[in-house]
């Protein structure tokens, strides 16, 4: 079922570009993903995501654990059925929210114990709702169990995800404990599997860890990739290392994960990262950027990203971007948008959000042809000679 077939290859560069089949759909690759935390793209509908010709999106296990509960989806239909999308979908293991939203005063840059209410030891995380602290464990098994009963196509095994200031021996015992976890991950992903043959396949994926250590990245792109499953993520940057950290990670793991399987890079979505990245070998992403940023009034065009509140956009009769074919942009203009976002209208920020991610996704689809006519490094050249972050 989960196929991945590479169809074109730029010279010079490690970009292609490919399909994976999956049980709703195929995605073409590289491909970016909206993220859905909650089972919805905040203020658009599904029918928006369809219109911005969205392949597929990510949910949040962490999060709809809580509530509603899996158990209820499961009993409504599975995510799919419950939230009207026939599309692909992933879903994370929730591991890197289990740690990120159980610090209260951040970690420290030693090992164990943080400043942090979660809890970890061999067998799993203990952690307190962000929502009202309660109590809750997550072993590996729980994670498969809770990403079982959402039903999404690609799911994503248990892992720890390190501070950024951590430790190289903290590193590496987290590094060991998710090559442990991701064992028990696929066992009982095999096992829940077998046990509901009626349902749809679901493709295991595996997440490369150790912090900005090469030879621990290195040591885990091998582990991930020799345990056979249908696709390979790296976690554990763009968490606040330098953007030259990130990509020399990122040359320094690819080359250990085969090419025959997607490659994941998790949480990433500016422009920017993304032709830097699809450059390296990279086929998946995703990212909350785009939406919260959107939600925050700021915008990307072809010449960079821009704040709507300023004051040189508050008679500004021009769309967000001249040319572009989102909703937004055929029927709106920058001196509207800017008052919607001053007043916080739902309108505003729905928009936004329509034009942002039409941005990433048409320049996904954008890169994808020049990567097929072979024309992917000029692409980039010009595409960076004319966009600035700062504006």
């Known amino acids: 079922m989960f196929e991945f077939k590479i169809k074109h290859k730029q010279k010079g560069s490690l970009a292609r570009t490919g399909s994976f089949k999956t049980p709703h759909g195929v995605i073409q690759t590289p491909v970016f993903m909206p993220v859905g935390t909650k089972a919805t793209v905040k203020t658009l509908s599904q029918n928006d995501l369809k219109n911005l010709d969205s392949e597929i999106i990510l949910a949040n296990t962490y999060h709809l654990y809580l509530r509603p509960g899996e158990k209820l989806i499961k009993k409504m239909g599975g995510l799919h059925k419950w939230m009207n999308w026939d599309r692909p979908m992933l879903t994370d293991s929730g591991g890197f929210q289990v740690f990120s939203l159980g610090n209260e005063n951040g970690y420290s840059k030693d090992s164990l114990p943080f400043k942090t209410t979660v809890k970890i030891d061999e067998n799993g995380v203990e952690f307190k709702s962000h929502l009202d602290g309660s109590k809750h464990y997550?072993?590996?098994?729980?994670?498969?169990?809770?990403?079982?009963?959402?039903?999404?196509?690609?799911?994503?095994a248990f892992d720890e995800c390190a501070p950024a200031d951590s430790t190289k021996k903290y590193f590496e015992e987290a590094m060991n404990r998710t090559h442990n976890w991701v064992i028990r991950c696929k066992k009982e992903h095999e096992k829940l599997s077998k046990k509901s043959r009626t349902k749809l396949?679901?493709?295991?994926?595996?997440?490369?860890?150790?912090?900005?250590?090469?030879?621990?990245?290195?040591?885990?792109?091998?582990?991930?990739?020799d345990l056979a499953l249908p696709g390979n993520a790296i976690g554990g940057l763009s968490v606040g290392e330098g953007k030259d950290k990130m990509l020399e990670m990122i040359e320094t793991v690819i080359p250990h994960l085969s090419e025959n399987k997607p490659r994941y890079l998790m949480g990433v979505g500016t422009p920017e990262d993304l032709l830097e990245c699809v450059d390296r070998g990279v086929d998946m992403f995703d990212c909350v950027h785009p939406t919260r940023m959107a939600r925050h009034g700021t915008f990307w065009n072809e010449t960079g990203r821009f704040a709507i509140k300023k004051e040189q956009f508050k008679f500004d009769k021009s769309p967000l971007q001249k040319g572009c074919t989102c909703e937004t942009c055929k029927n709106y203009n920058r001196s509207y948008l800017r008052h919607l976002i001053f007043e916080n209208e739902i309108l505003g920020l729905r928009l936004m959000s329509i034009h942002n991610l039409h941005f990433l996704l048409n320049l996904m689809q954008e890169i994808r042809k020049q990567i097929s006519k072979g024309t992917f490094k000029k692409f980039k050249k010009d595409f960076f000679k004319k966009f600035a972050t700062k504006k």
């Open 138 to 156: 997550f072993t590996p098994e729980k994670a498969m169990q809770i990403e079982h009963d959402l039903g999404a196509d690609i799911i994503m």
């Open 201 to 225: 396949p679901q493709a295991l994926f595996p997440i490369v860890q150790g912090g900005l250590y090469k030879d621990l990245r290195v040591q885990s792109a091998k582990f991930m990739n």
